[in-house]
């Protein structure tokens, strides 16, 4: 069993939801203690991918290969390294705890949603360990289909709008993004003489400068209305305010992170010449500053507190794409590293946001002031949440921007600066919401009777709370995982940055001997 260990993490979800499917709708407790079972087994089964992975080895490990669908060349090829390592372990922890969170929110079609969290599960997991391009695209358009319906189902007045839009923004980059798929799937028919979709293969393609940056755009497409990035981002806040909050806490802490991964993953190392060219630097870095600043200002303009947060990661997010493109050790690790650090907080802040609209059944800030006299837990939660998204030090926050800032100051002192700018405006929002929900009177009658967080709410926030800690305060362990996979990639880049310089500089010798 241990050798389909992966395989066992990937699928345990899934089979959680067959058992589901096959129960009875009116059993709703069953329904429920299984499903949590469920993602609670996978997330045990998924740490002992961390007992078995060697952190000193940077390929991909525990490697699982069998024919798929020989004909095209398909294989089902999963596998491992340090960066989709910790990406899976963040997907079981915090799909257990969504799944957890939802104990007495979903009170209708209880069966249905749980089946559909625990499918999302499994296709999540799936994108983050496939190596083979044909299989991360299935598993790439398996989370669409249940996130689609967790919203359409389960959201708020205008479920159906937001539904559609997420589903029609993320269909369409995926369609361009396929075009890039095929496009190297063909150009490896035409030099190696058969067809492939495994990533490790792909590589060796040699692709002229145009083919390439053709490629580079169509998975940008892709890849950038996942993060979102800015101007791809307008169906983000649709979704997450109208999204319960068990599909809130996944999309902003999981979903998102599939385009950030796949810059990662695809973009960097399979078109590194592109990637490094100063054109894709120059608008990948602008999208990104505009990102961090236009979100941290919208942010500000919010009477909306789950918008506020849902706009926060828009900000948030242009920093991961910021350290990826500074193309150096310490902006990539550290973008990995406040990608995970973007799932814990966020998904803490919109757990939040769960709990007091389970109770208040509103969301507008005005609604709200003085909650820390009735519900001092509850606060202290908040606070923890807050200052770790504003990345305060000794939090997990500061270490992934501090990293990243690191590495982009490398670069331009003229990107960090303004990436700075976001920091301070995090800051601004975050405190300003925090005072005018937490602090002063409690004016509103409604929130007097206001009970504090019960056993399963603190269980959920529990280990999140934990991991801000940890990771604030000894994140080497962290670091060390990403060391060796973030190295080869950065290698990769500046051998063909080398290469495009050395290409650059031929046609003067050529010139002067003819």
């Known amino acids: ?140 358009e398996v989370t669409l289909v249940p996130m689609y319906f967790v919203i359409g189902i389960w959201g708020g007045p205008r479920k159906l709008y937001a539904a559609i839009k997420f589903f029609i923004y993320t269909l369409a980059g995926s369609v361009l993004m396929l075009l890039g798929i095929l496009t190297l799937y063909y150009q490896h028919s035409r030099q190696f003489g058969y067809y492939t979709f495994e990533i490790s293969e792909l ?47 996944i999309l902003a802490s999981i979903l998102l992170k599939m385009g950030t991964y796949g810059f990662i993953r695809f973009s960097l190392p399979l078109l590194p010449g592109a990637s490094t060219s100063p054109l894709v630097v120059q608008v990948m870095v602008v999208l990104s500053l505009i990102a961090i600043v236009y979100g941290a200002l ?21 920093f991961c794409t910021l350290g990826i493109f500074a193309l150096n050790h310490e902006g990539l690790a550290g973008s990995i590293l406040q990608q995970i650090n973007h799932g814990i907080s966020t998904g803490m802040l919109f757990l939040i946001v769960g709990v007091i609209y389970e109770r208040r059944h509103t969301r507008e800030i005005r609604d709200f002031g003085g909650l820390a006299h009735v519900m001092p837990n509850y606060a202290v939660v908040f606070a923890v949440a807050m200052l770790s998204s504003a990345g305060v030090p000794l939090l997990n926050g500061f270490i992934g921007e501090f990293t990243i800032l690191r590495g982009v100051f490398q670069v331009n002192r003229v990107w960090a600066g303004v990436a700075a700018l976001g920091i301070i405006l995090a800051a601004a929002y975050l405190l ?44 080497k ?38």
């Open 432 to 475: 300003w919401l925090y005072q005018r929900t937490m602090l002063g009177e409690l004016h509103d009658p409604h929130n007097r009777g206001l009970h504090d967080l019960n056993w399963r709410e603190l269980a959920v926030f529990a280990p999140l709370i934990a991991l801000v800690f940890w990771i604030g305060v000894y994140p």
């Open 1 to 140: 069993m241990m050798e389909h260990l992966l395989s066992l993490t990937l699928f345990t979800p899934a089979a959680g939801a067959l058992v589901v499917m096959l129960l009875p709708a009116q059993r709703t407790r069953l329904i429920r203690w299984w499903a949590n079972g469920a993602a609670a087994a996978g997330f045990l089964v998924s740490l002992l991918l961390l007992w078995r992975f060697d952190r000193h080895n940077g390929g991909f490990q525990m490697v699982e290969r069998a024919d798929w669908i020989p004909m095209l060349g398909a294989k089902y090829l999963i596998g491992v390294d340090g960066i989709s390592l910790l990406l899976v372990l963040l997907t079981t922890l915090v799909g257990f705890l969504a799944i957890l969170s939802a104990w007495s929110a979903i009170r209708e079609r209880t069966k249905e949603f749980y089946t559909l969290m625990l499918l999302l599960q499994t296709g999540m997991i799936g994108v983050f360990t496939a190596l083979d391009f044909f299989l991360f695209f299935v598993f790439w």
């Open 203 to 249: 590589m060796k393609l040699q692709l002229p400068p145009g083919l390439e940056q053709f490629v580079f755009w169509t998975f940008f497409l892709g890849f950038a209305i996942k993060v979102p990035m800015f101007p791809f981002h307008t169906w983000l806040p649709d979704a997450h305010v109208e999204a319960p909050t068990a599909g809130s806490v």
């Open 298 to 318: 919208v942010c500000l303009m919010q009477r909306d507190w789950k918008r506020l947060v849902a706009y926060s990661s828009v900000s948030h997010l242009g």
């Open 477 to 514: 362990p962290y670091f060390d995982i990403l060391d060796k996979p973030v190295a080869a990639i950065v290698e990769r880049l500046h051998t063909a940055g080398s290469s495009e310089q050395a290409a650059e500089r031929a046609p003067v010798g050529g010139g002067a001997g003819r």
